[in-house]
């Protein structure tokens, strides 16, 4: 799967009773799994011992989990709950059908758009696999680390962006239903000053 080297190939399934039980969740945290997941399936370790890049200081090896999902509005919630509950380095490929994206969760749930299935994979690039999972978060965030930025600040400031983003789009609309001229200045004058922090 990903394109990764068959020798990392596993096909382990996780049954989410047993996720359960490990991680003694209550009926509310267990319906919000059943309502969004069908299956859970572990395809790919990927480990020095499984190909020829060494280890890094912090990631040892990192896992490709399959997810079989009921349909595709899912809840993002499961999904930063489920990678959370799992303390491993962990791509998921989230599937629907015939279609499929990856996610991978490091301070927020980065993903990418939905493509055929058979259409994702990963590259692994780096000297070891510090820097092949920093590349990897890079790939399905669809990231650019600018001037220098740490994986982590860069994460954090498009967050910031995002948000700016959307509460431009929130006083746009506002701006437009606005009849008042001089409320409407003020709109559009917060809305270029926000711009302005873009």
Not at 130 to 152: C, M, P, R, Y
């Amino acid at each position: 799967m990903l394109g990764l080297p068959k020798a990392t190939e596993l096909n382990k399934q996780l049954p989410k009773k047993a996720i359960y039980a490990k991680f003694k969740m209550n009926t509310a945290e267990k319906e919000k799994i059943d309502k969004d997941i069908s299956r859970i399936t572990i395809v790919n370790e990927v480990s020095p011992s499984k190909i020829s890049i060494s280890a890094g200081d912090n990631v040892k090896s990192f896992f490709v989990m399959s997810v079989l999902l009921k349909h595709k509005e899912y809840s993002e919630k499961t999904i930063t709950a489920l990678s959370n509950l799992i303390p491993q380095n962990l791509i998921m490929v989230l599937q629907y059908e015939s279609e499929a994206k990856l996610a991978v969760y490091r301070s927020k749930l980065l993903q990418t758009e939905w493509k055929p299935l058979n259409e994702l994979n990963i590259h692994l690039e780096g000297l070891n696999f510090d820097k092949v999972w920093e590349n990897i978060i890079v790939q399905i965030g669809g990231l650019h680390l600018e001037n220098g930025n740490s994986l982590d600040m860069q994460i954090q400031k498009d967050t910031q962006k995002e948000k700016i983003k959307k509460e431009i789009e929130r006083l746009e609309k506002q701006a437009r239903a606005e009849k008042q001229p001089k409320k409407k200045l003020e709109l559009v004058q917060k809305i270029n000053k926000l711009k302005k922090e873009i």
